[in-house]
């Protein structure tokens, strides 16, 4: 059996709050509940038991109670906590103190800013009071096209406080990226700022506004506006108000309108790679009671902690990453590129500022292992306790990294779930060991099994990705989904009311998950069911492979040919001697039907602007498909090799 390569202590697992938590349940309930396990079966088997505990424990704050736990027609139709009402914002500003509760930092690598928890509410009521003033009541919409900054969060906090719904995009979209998003939601109010700085170099946003706005003026009443540098110019922009002028406003206390439990509070955005994206309401309630789960329980995150996850406002985690101020924690926003100015840049800030949880992606932990960075030796990690990881499947190499190189006592939780639940499907738990390769454990009250074409549920193998029961984060629909049509094909039309999400796991003998890569990416030469994230792992590891891309191109037979494009390290090129390795380092740490037909080299990989893959947006260009919506693509010129070499791939 695989031995792990971290096992809590007696005296960390007793003072974690999830073993508190399960003394909370045994009480209530008179259950034993010896493990997590036990506790896992018991949240999916009890979900109207479950999810109260979870609100009782973490203290959240309701105005209303309810009257139903958990009614509605199937999971489809569920319907959470009805007759209750709160209001997030409340939620997360319910620590009022000194204690810090923001800290901004950037790559220009000045001291920290810091905003304490008084000082954030004192700036949501300012804003809170211009949004009204700008006519935004519940429902309507607050757009940020923004950095990861103190002004973003401010603005998400004063638009939830009123029961408006709260929507942001990161400065690396582009207009049509922007207007893709924003233009179907129609926001009354946008945040913005002058320009922006990644990788050492501010980009004006001026120009870009002016066209945004102009294409959004129909709902537009007011465009905040936060100047990059003091004094930059913002002269000509309509609807303009500076966000130096909303903080000048007087002192006040903001106030917090009692919603229902599903009142919207976020809109969230599909990649868009095969058109336009789906736009994706979550609940207020739902999310709350969910990240409550995932800081408390699964992260162990406490007042006393300070969490980072490097983000933009972009993508699901800075929405999590916010969360964390419910608990009264210390958020660290990091703005700009994380190799600037230099690669050990996040780990240097993280042993300065005694970051507790760091969050990070696999992308980021073979990058610094390739550089030979060797943070725990070279600073201060004593005070991290965890090491959070998503994005994509993390490699038994990136766990021997960590524990080698970070930390030998920490936790290394991969998580993994998405920007449709806005939460996670499978993550940490601090009472558990963690295996190689293996994410801990399936999150609580997740009813996650491993499901074969046919319906039926698996264990050590291979198997798509299902949620069988009801969960708060569920959406509440798509936005102008009037039939909620989109909405059921997204996720119901696969297995008649079960969810399904579309990544490809193995439940382990563990009972934890190995996530093998997108299911509507799997391989199928010879019929045979291969995830793509078991040929990235031995591929990516290797020195002279800085990254790769693999997609299955059909054959004349109505068999699938898998070809591997990798991206090689400067100063080394594909041949031979380095394919044949390739090629055997694949078959021994997976199996021949892994190994690939051909492998090629390519100047890039495109990527989502959030960082992913795009496996299926090459493959349809390869096959003359519907071309993939480019600027939903980070890099949309990595599509231009394979455009001119088409011809000459297929065969």
């Known amino acids: 059996m695989t031995q792990p390569l971290w096992t809590p202590s007696a005296a960390r697992v007793q003072a974690a709050q999830l073993t508190r938590f399960m003394k909370q349940v045994e009480g209530h309930h008179q259950v034993a509940l010896p493990d997590y396990d036990t506790l896992w079966q018991w949240s999916v088997d009890h979900p109207e038991l479950f999810w109260p505990e979870v609100i009782d424990y973490a203290g959240l704050q309701f105005t209303t109670p309810w009257h139903t736990v958990l009614g509605g027609e199937g999971m489809e139709h569920a319907k959470w906590f009805e007759g209750a009402t709160l209001n997030f914002a409340e939620n997360l500003l319910r620590h009022r103190s000194d204690k810090t509760a923001l800290i901004s930092i950037d790559e220009r690598d000045e001291a920290p800013i810091r905003v304490s928890y008084n000082e954030l509410a004192a700036m949501v009521a300012k804003v809170q009071a211009q949004l009204l003033e700008a006519g935004v009541g519940q429902g309507d919409r607050v757009a940020a096209w923004m950095p990861n900054r103190i002004e973003t969060v401010v603005t998400m906090l004063a638009a939830s406080s009123i029961g408006a719904i709260f929507s942001s995009s990161s400065p690396d979209f582009g207009i049509k990226g922007v207007m893709d998003r924003f233009g179907q939601i129609q926001p009354k109010v946008l945040l913005c700022t002058t320009a922006s700085r990644y990788n050492g170099r501010d980009h004006d946003m001026v120009g870009k506004l002016a066209e945004i706005i102009g294409n959004l003026q129909d709902s537009l009443t007011q465009v905040l506006v936060v100047q990059h540098t003091p004094g930059a110019s913002f002269e000509g922009l309509p609807l303009a108000v500076s966000w130096s002028d909303v903080m000048a406003r007087h002192e006040s206390e903001p106030t917090f309108a ?381 599509l231009d090799w394979f455009e001119s070499h088409k011809d000459t791939l297929r065969r």
Request: aromatic letters at 8%; one cysteine or more.
């Open 258 to 638: 009692p919603l229902p439990f599903d009142h919207p509070l976020y809109i969230m955005y599909s990649s868009g790679t095969t058109g336009v994206p789906k736009c994706i309401v979550h609940g207020a309630g739902g999310t709350l009671v969910q990240h409550a789960k995932e800081h408390i329980l699964h992260t162990d995150l406490s007042e006393g902690d300070t969490l980072f996850y490097f983000t933009t406002c972009g993508w699901m985690m800075w929405n999590w990453l916010v969360s964390g101020l419910l608990v009264g924690a210390e958020v660290v926003l990091w703005d700009g590129s994380p190799a600037v100015p230099s690669l050990d840049v996040l780990w240097r800030r993280a042993g300065e500022l005694g970051i507790n949880v760091f969050g990070t992606s696999p992308k980021f932990l073979s990058m610094c292992e390739k550089e030979g960075l060797r943070p725990g030796t070279t600073h201060d990690l004593s005070q991290l306790k965890a090491v959070l990881s998503t994005g994509s499947p993390l490699s038994v190499d990136n766990f021997n990294y960590v524990y080698e190189h970070i930390s030998r006592d920490v936790q290394l939780a991969s998580i993994s779930g998405g920007t449709d639940i806005i939460s996670c499907f499978m993550l940490g738990c601090p009472i558990a060991p963690v295996y190689p390769g293996e994410i801990q454990k399936r999150g609580l009250g997740m009813a996650v099994e491993a499901w074969r074409s046919e319906g039926e549920p698996v264990v050590g193998e291979k198997a798509e990705l299902v949620c069988t029961r009801p969960f708060p984060s569920m959406p509440v629909g798509f936005w102008s989904d009037t039939d909620g049509a989109r909405y059921h094909n997204a996720y119901f039309a696969e297995f008649d009311g079960v969810w399904r999400h579309g990544d490809f796991i193995e439940i382990t003998e563990h009972q934890g998950v190995i996530v093998h890569g997108r299911s509507d990416s799997t391989l199928n030469p010879g019929g045979v069911r291969i995830g793509t994230a078991e040929i990235y792992r031995p591929v990516e590891s290797m020195d002279e492979v800085r990254e790769a891309l693999v997609v299955g191109l059909p054959t004349d037979d109505n068999d699938v040919e898998v070809v591997l494009f990798v991206v090689l390290q400067a100063d080394h090129t594909l041949d031979d001697e380095l394919t044949n390795r390739m090629k055997r380092r694949i078959r021994s740490l997976a199996s021949p039907r892994h190994v690939p037909a051909r492998i090629l080299q390519v100047p890039a990989v495109p990527r989502t602007i959030s960082g992913k893959k795009v496996e299926i947006a090459v493959s349809r260009v390869l096959q003359d498909m519907k071309a993939p919506n480019r600027d939903a693509l980070g890099n949309p010129e990595a």
